[in-house]
């Protein structure tokens, strides 16, 4: 029994050296989550509203279609009198959808297509010739939208992008040209002899153009961005057919027009979300 005692009191003594020769457990720090970049790859959908201006320019011809009587005077002007209309600032708003790829760390390439209405129209009075009974002549348009499809091409600071873009523009306008006495070379009609009323007549027509911009975007989210962008439209002169209102003749107008707008927009982003590692 003494025997027993004393071997088992040698282990307990052994074992508590031992211990005191390993020394306390060493201490390890929980793994750390380091945060990759916010990469802009992804598609996104989301609106948009702003301002914008129009520009537009009306160019007699000189031609109309049934121009019997005086043909060189379609709407009573010299042939190549260009008439200016500046629309007013208006509202717009509308829904942008595309999709971007980011490479070589921070650049950022995508592709976009934006539909927008717009509250775009002006007037101006006709500065060469008098209207009915003296009162002027006017030019009006109006745009109803835009439309457009882009490339953009930008550089990207963590959640942060610069971009331009560039592509095909697209616009439904409608053009009113009122109280003018002469329209497609003939006199306005009348209720008696020489007594006439004056002439007024409308057109629409869809503009195909160029569109040219720059941006900024902020990714304020891990799915959704804020945006700020100019967008310059520019359609070319196009001639448009102003019917008159009796005779069987038309004016044929050159119109060219330009729009500028201003917009702030949000997008819900498909991808783009940072990743979260750990080491």
Same mark, same amino acid.
């Given at each position: 029994m003494k025997r027993l005692l004393l071997a088992t009191s040698a282990l307990i003594v052994a074992g508590s050296a031992q211990g005191a020769d390993l020394g306390a457990r060493p201490y390890?720090?929980?793994?750390?989550?380091?945060?990759?970049?916010f990469s802009w790859t992804g598609c996104y959908i989301g609106g948009h509203v702003g301002g914008g201006a129009s520009r537009t320019g009306f160019t007699d011809t000189g031609i109309g279609t049934a121009a019997l009587i005086v043909p060189a005077m379609t709407i009573g002007n010299v042939p190549g009198d260009r008439i200016g209309v500046n629309g007013d600032v208006g509202v717009v708003g509308g829904v942008q959808v595309g999709c971007?790829?980011?490479?070589?760390?921070?650049?950022? %390439?995508?592709?976009?297509? #934006?539909?927008? =209405?717009t509250d775009l129209h002006g007037m101006a009075n006709d500065p060469f010739f008098p209207g009915f009974t003296g009162a002027p002549a006017? %030019?009006?348009?109006?745009? #109803?939208?835009? =439309?457009?499809?882009?490339?953009?091409?930008?550089?990207?600071?963590?959640?942060?992008?610069?971009?331009?873009k560039g592509g095909v523009g697209f616009a439904h306008d409608r053009y009113s040209l009122d109280n003018f006495t002469l329209m497609g070379g003939f006199l306005c009609p009348g209720a008696g002899f020489?007594?006439?009323?004056?002439?007024?007549?409308?057109?629409?027509t869809d503009r195909v153009g160029w569109v040219a911009g720059a941006g900024v975007e902020w990714a304020f989210a891990p799915n959704w961005s804020a945006l700020i962008e100019y967008t310059h439209y520019g359609f070319d002169s196009k001639r448009v057919g102003f019917a008159h209102p009796v005779a069987p003749s038309s004016s044929l107008i050159d119109i060219r027009q330009d729009i500028d707008i201003v917009k702030v927009g949000?997008?819900?982003?498909?991808?783009?979300?940072?990743?979260?590692?750990?080491?």
């Open positions: 390890t720090k929980a793994p750390v989550a380091a945060v990759v970049p971007d790829y980011q490479f070589a760390s921070n650049w950022v %390439l995508g592709i976009a297509g #934006d539909f927008t =209405a006017t %030019l009006s348009s109006r745009t #109803d939208w835009v =439309a457009s499809v882009t490339g953009r091409i930008g550089y990207a600071w963590d959640r942060f992008l610069v971009y331009g020489f007594v006439f009323v004056p002439c007024n007549s409308s057109a629409s949000i997008n819900y982003r498909f991808g783009g979300s940072a990743v979260i590692a750990k080491y």
